[in-house]
């Protein structure tokens, strides 16, 4: 005996989602069906049509179903800076935080061999046809502070170097309103060995 | 600037799930659309058929998109059992952990008058028809072990006294594979007082 074929169904797919397994799958369906039927028909439509409609920026790899993201498309922003993340959550984080407003390169991912995840993998070709336009004069390089991500900036300020633009990382030290005990040894030995003369 | 529209509906939608947040919404629309764009698809589907096609149970109120669930529609239960869950995942919680094999009725939630949920939201017009058949000769009353629980326990055995039905209440103790040591108080308690001759 088990809960009906449609129930079953909507179970299984909705283990497809990272972090939710069979026990968070029944409470989430039990929930939708019991409380928020509408919720789940948006939800339901809202995942089909981006399925079928969301793919990346033919610039910077943005998700988005137009041609061309809302900040590749916009007047207005300084196309000699270009900035490399790793991900659409990151480019959201920048602009929110930063004032930042030059354009995005959004990489999908990080440099990682033992997956299968080569410079082709991130869009190398297209960030090489970005810098071969000439317009970019600095590359601000955002990856994580991971191993990956430091692999992929070593990687990508390689790629700046042959296209003669200048490369920039953003700067990593003691996180602001933190308490140097507990920042863990290797931020620290970081931001000591990266500092900086105050003038 | 923000993520495109069919990216923030996503997202948004997303959100309408118990347990997730803006940030765990983004992480999963990144994960479906990067990594599983046919679980999406998938799910999207299933979402809109549920919300669409899945009822109650017309004698138990178990979730079905038939006219009666499984339990009920089948040939060789016990129907002169009863057992009466708070939740559909109750009832696979019983039907997999005892073998009992008689017929359930599903409350889908407990008495909670501050909430405005009395005995009509909860089916006992269905329930009492039920006992009203006559068919049923013990109702087990399965409720979670918790104050309103409690409260609908004790509403549930009011119910089956007024039909003539006996009443029993599943067992309430220290769990098997714990150590008293470490076993709530009132657990204990309740494991004290209710204590049974070896026999």
Do not use: W
């Not at 989430?28 to 339901?44: M, N, P, S, T």
């Amino acid at each position: 005996m088990s809960y009906s074929p449609l129930l079953v169904r909507l179970i299984d797919a909705l283990c497809c989602m990272p972090g939710v397994g069979r026990k968070s799958a029944q409470r989430i369906a039990f929930h939708l069906l019991e409380r928020d039927r509408e919720g789940a028909r948006v939800l339901g439509d809202a995942l089909g049509q981006a399925a079928q409609g969301i793919g990346h920026c033919k610039r910077c790899r943005m998700f988005t179903e137009a041609e061309f993201c809302s900040f590749c498309a916009a007047d207005g922003r300084d196309r000699a800076l270009l900035c490399v993340v790793e991900s659409p959550a990151d480019v959201m984080a920048v602009e929110d935080a930063t004032g930042y407003r030059g354009l995005y390169f959004v990489l999908m991912g990080h440099l990682s061999p033992l997956d299968g995840i080569g410079p082709d993998e991130l869009g190398a070709d297209q960030l090489e046809a970005l810098l071969n336009e000439n317009e970019t004069k600095e590359l601000i390089i955002a990856t994580n502070p991971t191993v990956e991500g430091d692999a992929t900036a070593h990687y990508l300020a390689g790629l700046a170097a042959r296209h003669g633009v200048q490369a920039s990382r953003i700067a990593h030290g003691v996180p602001l309103g933190g308490e140097l005990e507990y920042v863990d040894g290797g931020t620290l030995s970081h931001a000591f060995f990266g500092r900086r003369v105050v003038d």
